[in-house]
């Protein structure tokens, strides 16, 4: 699986759109973006996945670049409870290998 | 749909003895992932089971063990515990082995003492 890298922290004011990004320059074509978020102590909570288009769903926004490179997270609208930390995944179809490749995340503080 | 569950919670346990972690997954979910947590080497991926056969491994040694039921649910175990094995133990289930998206329950916070 391709390697993500993401900012370790950020900090958004609530009501803000948060804009989380991930560079994954090594993607293959099969390959997807996942995000996943982990609130303290908690199980790690499925947001969104995308392979070339842009993607959205009640909980946010994903945006991939053309050359699949890069992506964005965002969350429309941050509250408090948006602080956690976030990790981006990049995952060819098919499954198998070696479960999810989690790396460090970016930890998104939002202030009120 | 009810989401994964895991049993027990919380659990303490001292060196040498040995422990079962239980997983039941979303209804209609046959696949079973087994992730391991610690502060130090973050979120490792464990083993995956497949209609009740492992798929996958990850780089754990033979201490670390599971099987899942005919009813999809599973189980880890791991025995001679060592005080590096505190940790938070995440179960995550998916519709099959070629669905990437899992969906991860609680987990069991494990305190070796």
């Known amino acids: 699986d391709a390697k993500t890298t993401q900012p370790p922290s950020m900090d958004c004011a609530e009501g803000r759109a948060a804009n989380l990004p991930c560079n994954h320059s090594?993607?293959?074509?099969?390959?997807?973006v996942y995000w996943y978020r982990q609130i303290h102590s908690q199980g790690p909570q499925y947001i969104i996945h995308?392979?070339?288009n842009n993607e959205t769903n009640e909980m946010a926004s994903l945006i991939i670049t053309e050359d699949r490179k890069s992506s964005t997270l965002i969350l429309p609208h941050a509250t408090l409870r948006d602080t956690a930390v976030y990790y981006c995944?990049?995952?060819?179809?098919?499954?198998?290998?070696?479960?999810?490749?989690f790396g460090k995340g970016t930890h998104l503080i939002i202030q009120p | 749909k009810a989401g994964v569950t895991q049993t027990p919670r919380y659990l303490i346990k001292t060196r040498g003895q040995q422990v079962t972690l239980s997983c039941s997954p979303i209804s209609g979910h046959r696949s079973v992932s087994w992730y391991q947590q610690t502060p130090g080497q973050g979120l490792q991926f464990l083993f995956e089971y497949f209609s009740e056969t492992q798929r996958n491994k990850g780089n754990f040694p033979g201490r670390f063990s599971g099987r899942q039921f005919s009813n999809s649910r599973s189980e880890m175990n791991v025995s001679t515990l060592e005080l590096g094995d505190s940790a938070l133990y995440l179960c995550?289930?998916?519709?099959?082995?070629?669905?990437?998206?899992?969906?991860f329950g609680p987990g069991t916070r494990l305190t070796v003492l």
């Open positions: 995308g392979l070339k």
């Open positions: 995550a289930s998916s519709f099959s082995t070629d669905t990437d998206t899992q969906y």
């Open positions: 995944i990049v995952r060819a179809s098919g499954g198998g290998a070696d479960g999810l490749t």
């Open positions: 090594t993607i293959s074509g099969n390959e997807y």
